[in-house]
């Protein structure tokens, strides 16, 4: 039989249970509470010439297929990349967009459902998911177990509704997410899908959702009435390979533009969990010629100091900024980051103990990448002053990307792309009071078509029709709550 490519726990030993790609998919998370990590990072060697001839759907194809090569077979891939970037999906017809503005390249990764870049992957999953079902001998329904800081709800709420096989719980911390996305989760329509307010910060929900997954009992008793757990964090293997697709497209859109074929770029990936410049840190491994990756921070800057010092410490103050998205303290995904760069032998156990139980550690930097952060003020400038100079308007996220960005620099011969990964739409409020402060007077909704009227568009269609939506999930509990939750709706 032709070999698959393997998929082990960053916290296995040597006797730990391989999977394949579709098995790590629905699995989600190791029992051993370790991520999933291909035994061997691929090689893609770019062939320009081609790649610049493809479109978004061919690269995932040509790409994703160094991951799942023998899994999935070719017409399956096809069938899940076409049921997730299509013009339903996407707003532009290029799925995603590079926009040069001034001497930078933007990367836009916005344009799908719910308007940031987790659509990219979250389109995607529910598919990989439902083909790696049908390898199953006795497959069980679903369970998706969900925490979000905001984006990763909206849009797994948008790619898990009413998909055959599949139910969704999304907890979401309840003064942690945009009024604009909190409206969005609790008007939200399908049959298998329930959102839940959490009183407390992303990482508490983040963390019982972890206990919740990881109980035997729970299980015992999900199993046994024919469901299972599964996830849609960004820790999901089904997330993190669909997004090295867009480093990809990103480099041969610039090629395209006419850059040289072998020119270094810098990505500036405004970071919370990690996942996005993981993927760009894959693409790296891949052969593509990527010189650094920027990673940005907000005021929670634990991966600033990390970069900074080579000393990790998650134990500090949590701080609520307008770049909701990025405001964590325990980036799940640097666990990968982690085991690509310690042996066994050097601690690489101990120091995943500490990375999830806030404990501080130390590890060399990897010279592949290196970190700024933006302050609130830094990022509203950022937002007035590139709407100023270029009349293009960026959300909140992606200013704090703009911020490290001129911190780095332009510096000879290297291409600096900004990873875009929210619509300016979708964070109106800030975005709109950091412009001018006429708008304070305004609500968020009012201001949808305030910012219309400024860059001459229309309000995107997934927002327009938002605010009078009726409450279907007005749900709330305490972090200690959150099991009962989904005990008690499962099943129903
Ligand atoms: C999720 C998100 C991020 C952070 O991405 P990670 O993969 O978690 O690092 C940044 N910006 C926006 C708009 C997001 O939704």
């Known amino acids: 039989m032709a070999k698959k490519m393997k998929y082990t726990s960053t916290r296995g030993d040597k006797k730990s249970k391989r999977l394949t790609a579709s098995q790590s998919v629905l699995k989600g998370i190791a029992d051993d509470g370790g991520l999933y990590v291909p035994r061997k990072i691929p090689q893609a060697y770019l062939t320009p010439g081609v790649l610049s001839g493809f479109n978004y759907n061919a690269h995932a194809l040509w790409l994703m297929g160094h991951y799942f090569k023998n899994d999935y077979t070719p017409a399956e891939l096809v069938k899940c990349i076409d049921s997730a970037y299509n013009s339903k999906n996407f707003s532009s017809p290029s799925i995603v967009d590079v926009k040069e503005v001034g001497s930078a390249a933007f990367l836009e990764l916005y344009h799908g459902k719910t308007l940031a870049f987790k659509d990219m992957a979250l389109s995607l999953l529910p598919h990989l998911m439902s083909a790696a079902l049908k390898k199953t001998q006795k497959p069980k329904t679903q369970v998706i177990l969900t925490a979000t800081s905001g984006d990763t709800g909206v849009s797994a709420l ?4 009413d998909v055959d096989g599949t139910k969704i719980i999304v907890f979401y911390p309840e003064n942690g997410v945009s009024v604009i996305q909190k409206q969005h989760m609790i008007t939200q329509t399908g049959g298998n899908v329930h959102v839940v307010g959490v009183r407390g910060n992303f990482d508490d929900a983040q963390s019982e959702v972890k206990r919740i997954f990881l109980d035997d009992r729970i299980n015992k008793q999900l199993n046994s009435d024919g469901y299972e757990f599964s996830s849609a964090n960004s820790i999901n293997t089904g997330r993190l390979i669909p997004q090295i697709v867009y480093y990809f497209y990103a480099y041969s859109q610039l090629v395209r533009g006419g850059m040289a074929i072998d020119a270094p770029v810098n990505f500036i990936v405004p970071t919370g969990n990690f996942g996005n410049i993981l993927a760009g840190y894959y693409a790296k491994k891949m052969g593509l ?5 920027i990673c940005a921070s907000n005021e ?16 500090r ?16 995904n640097f666990e990968r980051l982690v085991y690509d760069l310690v042996q066994p032998e050097d601690g690489l156990r101990e120091m995943l103990v500490k990375l999830s139980g806030k404990q501080k550690f130390s590890m060399p930097v990897p010279k592949d990448f290196v970190g700024y952060y933006a302050t609130e003020q830094e990022t509203r400038a950022a937002i007035k002053k590139v709407f100023d100079n270029h009349g293009y308007l960026i959300d909140t996220h992606t200013a704090v990307a703009y911020v490290a960005h001129e911190k780095y620099g332009e510096r000879a011969g290297e291409k600096n792309v900004i990873v875009s990964t929210a619509s300016p739409y979708k964070f109106a409020k800030t975005v709109m009071s950091s412009i001018d402060e006429k708008y304070d007077a305004y609500d968020d909704f009012a201001l949808l078509e305030k910012m219309a009227e400024l860059t001459n568009s229309i309000v995107p269609a997934p927002l327009a029709g938002l605010q009078g939506k009726e409450v279907l999930h007005p749900t709330v509990v305490d972090i200690s709550g959150m099991k009962d939750a989904v005990l008690d709706w499962y099943k129903t």
Not at 158 to 161: D, L, P, R, S
Not at 289 to 293: A, D, E, G, S, V
Not at 318 to 325: A, D, E, G
């Open 317 to 332: 103050e949590f701080y609520l900024t307008t770049s909701p998205s990025m405001d964590i303290l325990i980036p799940s």
């Open 289 to 293: 010629p990527i010189n650094k990756l």
């Open 158 to 161: 948008e790619g898990f509704k």
């Open 300 to 315: 929670n800057k634990v991966l600033f100091d990390y970069f900074d010092t080579g000393v990790f410490d998650s134990n």
